[in-house]
């Protein structure tokens, strides 16, 4: 990125974190041209809370099928509404690290053209596009904003079928090569042919249609990284004290579990679905070349090499010789864009948790988290089909019996995930080590995972390994702030959360005791669970 | 000519059947013939009704109406088994599952079952709203000695019984809708039985943990280090009254990492195990983890 784009960056961020106006469709806020450079935009964040009911629509479908079911009529009302909870710097930290994560979080945003590196191959023009609901460092927004990418400034691109316009931002595997190797690598999705930034350039996109045809490809969702920065600063050993602490309730249910490592210096990596990465640096690295096609100093080197299509020198995001923050914030402005991704990232505080009241108010005024019974909670359910109208079946002047209710469905709901074994593998806490980051040392937390890989059998199976995360393996996927997700699952197949609760049974999966006890309970201790995670 | 033929296909018949049995463990009878492999934890199944499984002499009829359930996850890394999954045919109110777990390998150790029962019995007194309704017992149910915890919460009512074969916790977990159905499902585990035969070949070997130390060991052959890093490996053998090794159960590894450790153990020699002044096939537990570059 050009120390030119990125001053004019820091400049901007009044107008696009405070004024910002959310935009249907692709939700970035078209930048006044500040010294010359015009092509620099970012992602506004929507701070209009949403209510969603029933989803974003669901995804097109995996590229494999569940082994639960999904024909039963949901009990998830969607998403909590409310206030989003999340997006802010972790609480109490110094005036640097608070400029640091101010500067941090406007580079986050930026959009990227192939003047700053897009390309040739990507997936999306910025990290903010991505990781945006319900703010930024979230996960898929409700309007899918690569459709739009995929033709900005002339692009050619043809949206592939199983990128949709209200259906989850996807990034695409295939699982095998031609020859039947593994396969397993990200295939982006878009190409820079066609941009009026790219002249020359032809290459094409890859054959999505046939791999759908020949299931072939894979897909991964944005994971949030509300509260990173804790999870980096937990620990090895704190991580292998609350596995072991889960040993006998894991035991009796089926669950086993192990970590993945690093294959540089053995210690346990926790990032991505597969917990595949070991720092957020890494993570930061990998995903600006891989998902944007920029080229860092971790990542030096461009995955398509056609000579037609270079247009920068590499790498093309590098150290700032200059503070491009004008003294805002020398450590952003000195450093590199994933740098500035990592900081962001670790000093973003984790999602807050309706309480137990809040969280029965809000249902009360958006859509219905839970219901004193569960014939009313099936019929709220059902009347949530369209995503945005208000769907309890309480009136104004019953909020106050409902939200009694829903506050002891939210607790029993919590009672339900620990007695069922929810919690040997999302356990609930995790505790942090020596932190450099202000306050964060020796914090206990509530991310709602083990961090550990587990077999997900074959119905979530993606056949692709990533170190020692073979084809079946997922890591616990953190729970925090799952109640205003939008979509589940590794691939987005399902809006719903009890759809993905049933989708964790499978041949071969550990999790078949834990969704046999899920099975058994009663409707409303099923529906209790459901309100308590769309409580978190 | 011919004869001289006839002599030499039986040679390298006979070889290879013996080969084959000293690669995979079976038990090769004169003429070549191989009558069973070697059973393994996992290798038990659903057989006309009943569950039985001879690597842990287990024959357990299923209860009337019911049938296998998902299968679980391949063996973990802590020797960790889900042997079976048993399920009502109609409702889904009940389940059952068998699991295993290798006492060498276990994340926390504990010097025998009824210790690991209680440890058991303490962490479900610790989960929110579970309740313990019955402390751990000593059951006998063909002639094993099994401990029986039960306990409940949210509506769910669970029977864990737990009882030690070849060094491994075996446990039968119920779990029922009602406690009336948990009776009926804990009735039928009264009705467990043996899986030998009564013309059942060579004893089980003797259980001994932490043989495979130097001090034990004549000969040790390094495995080629392959595949992922940092993989804890666990690995069973069985030696024999020579002090060879009989039999390599990797129990969790990547294919190429199993056929490397199979390969060097195969090449191990022991100080053969005496006991009472005669020498006994045992059976030990080793671990591995590959930290060096692959080759």
Redesign the interface.
Same mark, same amino acid.
């Given at each position: 990125m050009t120390q030119l784009a990125r001053r004019w960056s820091l400049t901007s961020i009044g107008t696009v974190m405070l004024g910002a106006t959310a935009l249907s469709g692709p939700a970035f806020a078209q930048a006044q041209d500040r010294g010359g450079f015009d092509l620099h935009r970012h992602f506004a964040q929507n701070f209009t809370p949403d209510h969603r009911g029933g989803g974003g629509g669901g995804g097109s479908g995996g590229g494999s099928t569940g082994?639960g079911s999904t024909t039963q009529q949901s009990i998830d009302p969607g998403p909590r509404g409310g206030d989003r909870g999340a997006g802010g710097a972790y609480p109490g930290l110094s005036q640097g690290e608070l400029a640091f994560f101010t500067a941090s979080t406007d580079v986050f945003n930026e959009v990227d053209a192939v003047a700053n590196g897009l390309g040739p191959r990507f997936n999306m023009t910025g990290c903010g596009g991505c990781h945006a609901h319900p703010a930024v460092g979230g996960s898929s927004p409700p309007t899918n904003p690569q459709v739009a990418a995929a033709t900005e400034m002339g692009g050619k691109n043809t949206v592939p079928s199983f990128i949709t316009a209200n259906g989850p931002i996807r990034e695409a595997r295939f699982v095998r090569n031609p020859d039947g190797t593994p396969d397993g690598g990200v295939h982006a999705l878009f190409v820079i042919t066609g941009r009026s930034d790219a002249p020359g350039c032809n290459i094409t996109q890859p054959n999505f249609a046939a791999a759908v045809a020949a299931n072939n490809v894979i897909f991964r969702i944005p994971t949030p990284v509300f509260g990173a920065g804790l999870v980096e600063a937990v620990p090895d050993s704190g991580l292998q004290a609350t596995?072991?602490a889960s040993?006998?309730?894991r035991? *009796?249910?089926?669950i #086993? $579990? *192990?970590f993945n490592? #690093? $294959?540089n210096d053995?210690t346990i990596t926790r990032f991505g679905w597969k917990a595949q990465n070991k720092s957020l640096l890494i993570f930061a690295g990998e995903a600006y070349n891989v998902e944007q096609g920029v080229t860092n100093d971790a990542f030096p080197n461009e995955r398509e090499n056609d000579p037609n299509c270079q247009f920068n020198n590499l790498p093309e995001s590098t150290t700032n010789l200059t503070d491009t923050t004008n003294g805002a914030s020398p450590a952003a402005g000195f450093s590199q864009d994933i740098i500035d991704f990592a900081a962001f990232m670790r000093m973003l505080a984790p999602p807050t948790p309706a309480s137990s009241s809040t969280a029965a108010a809000q249902s009360a005024s958006g859509t219905q988290v839970a219901a004193a019974t569960a014939d009313t909670a099936i019929a709220a359910a059902a009347s949530s089909t369209s995503s945005t109208s208000p769907t309890s079946t309480s009136t104004n002047s019953s909020t106050s019996t409902t939200s009694t209710s829903s506050t002891a469905s939210v607790s029993?709901g919590?009672?339900?995930f620990?007695?069922?074994g929810c919690q040997a593998c999302h356990a609930v806490n995790q505790t942090t080590g020596k932190a450099a980051m202000t306050g964060a040392s020796n914090m206990t937390f509530q991310p709602y995972s083990d961090f550990a890989l587990?077999?997900m059998?074959t119905g979530l199976a993606d056949n692709v390994s990533q170190?020692?995360a073979n084809g079946?393996q997922f890591r616990s996927a953190p729970l925090w702030g799952v109640g205003q997700r939008l979509f589940f699952l590794h691939d987005g197949r399902t809006s719903k959360i009890d759809v993905a609760i049933q989708q964790h049974?499978?041949?071969?999966?550990?999790a078949?005791?834990v969704i046999?006890?899920y099975?058994?309970?009663?409707l409303t201790?099923r529906q209790s669970l459901v309100a308590f995670l769309r409580s978190l | 000519m011919r004869r001289l033929l006839l002599l030499v296909s039986v040679v390298v018949a006979t070889s290879l059947a013996n080969w084959l049995g000293w690669r995979y463990g079976a038990v090769i009878w004169p003429y070549g013939t191989v009558v069973s492999p070697m059973p393994v934890p996992e290798d038990g199944k659903v057989l006309g009704g009943i569950y039985v499984n001879d690597y842990f002499d287990l024959s357990y009829p299923l209860p009337q109406g019911w049938t296998e359930g998902l299968a679980g996850p391949d063996p973990s890394d802590a020797g960790y088994y889900v042997l079976s999954s048993l399920v009502p045919q109609s409702e889904q109110n009940a389940a059952i599952m068998i699991v295993a777990q290798d006492m060498f390998f276990a994340s926390k150790s504990h010097g025998n079952i009824a210790e690991m029962v209680h440890d058991f019995r303490q962490a479900m007194s610790e989960v929110d709203g579970m309740m313990i309704d019955r402390e751990p017992t000593e059951v006998k149910v063909a002639d094993r000695l099994f401990y029986r915890v039960d306990f409940s919460g949210v509506g769910l009512y669970r029977a864990t019984f737990t009882t030690e074969s070849r060094c491994h916790a075996v446990s039968f977990n119920l779990t029922a809708r009602d406690p009336e159905l948990l009776a009926d499902l804990a009735l039928s585990v009264d009705k467990l039985s043996s899986a030998r035969k009564q013309d059942a070949g060579s004893p089980v070997p003797y259980c001994i943990e932490n043989y495979a130390v130097p001090e034990n060991l004549l000969r040790r052959v390094e495995p080629t280090p392959v595949g992922p890093k940092f993989m804890p490996i666990p690995v069973r053998i069985i030696v024999d009254t020579e002090g060879s090794v009989k039999h390599v159960h990797v129990i969790r590894a990547t294919p190429e990492q199993r056929k490397s450790i199979e390969d060097a153990l195969r090449q191990w020699k022991f100080k053969p195990y005496g006991l009472n002044g005669r020498a006994v096939e045992i059976e030990t537990g080793l671990m591995f983890r590959f930290t060096v570059a692959e080759k």
């Open positions: 082994g596995f072991t040993a006998q309730q035991r *009796s249910l089926g #086993s $579990g *192990s490592h #690093s $294959g053995g029993r919590q009672q339900v620990k007695n069922i587990h077999d059998g170190g020692n079946r049974a499978s041949q071969g999966s550990e078949n005791g046999s006890n099975n058994q309970l009663g201790d | -």
